[in-house]
């Protein structure tokens, strides 16, 4: 059983780094092309060393130093997650720029889901969209009363 250390935590090589594929046979001065693939469970630096042998035999062996760095993917709204608009006329519109940070160094896409009755209230632009690595982006949000009163809602962003 092959140990991996994680953060002063141990964790199963075989979790988070995978090879495909894991055996085969090589004929004399052949080759052929393994993937490791990377899929940690957690935001976390990882290390550990992948074992290569030869036909079994111990002389004939060695390990490959593998890393990865977890992340979750995140974003953060310059406003502190809140939507304020000015004072605004029925059937006039205000319109106010947004900036939204990919907090992670991962590309991830987002997708704002304005509620239905609200829709036509409140547009943002672009509501979907796929930020690269520490990455930010203008949105455009309008807001577009139909009566005289105070709109407050919450509405979810998917991040992915």
Do not use: W
Request: hydrophobic share 40%.
């Amino acid at each position: 059983e092959e140990d991996l250390i994680v953060n002063k935590r141990k964790a199963l090589l075989s979790e988070v780094f995978q090879c495909y594929p894991s055996a085969g046979t090589l004929p004399a001065k052949g080759s052929f092309m393994v993937l490791a693939k990377f899929t940690p469970a957690r935001a976390s630096k990882f290390y550990g060393a992948l074992h290569i042998s030869y036909n079994g035999a111990p002389t004939v062996s060695g390990n490959v130093l593998v890393k990865g760095e977890g992340f979750v993917p995140q974003i953060e709204l310059d406003s502190k997650s809140v939507l304020a608009f000015r004072p605004t006329t029925v059937g006039g519109s205000t319109t106010r720029q947004y900036t939204i940070t990919n907090l992670s160094r991962i590309p991830l896409s987002f997708r704002a889901h304005i509620p239905v009755e609200f829709a036509d209230i409140v547009q943002l632009s672009p509501d979907v969209a796929t930020l690269k690595g520490s990455e930010r982006l203008k949105i455009t949000a309008t807001f577009s009363p139909h009566e005289a009163k105070v709109y407050e809602f919450r509405f979810p962003v998917t991040v992915s």
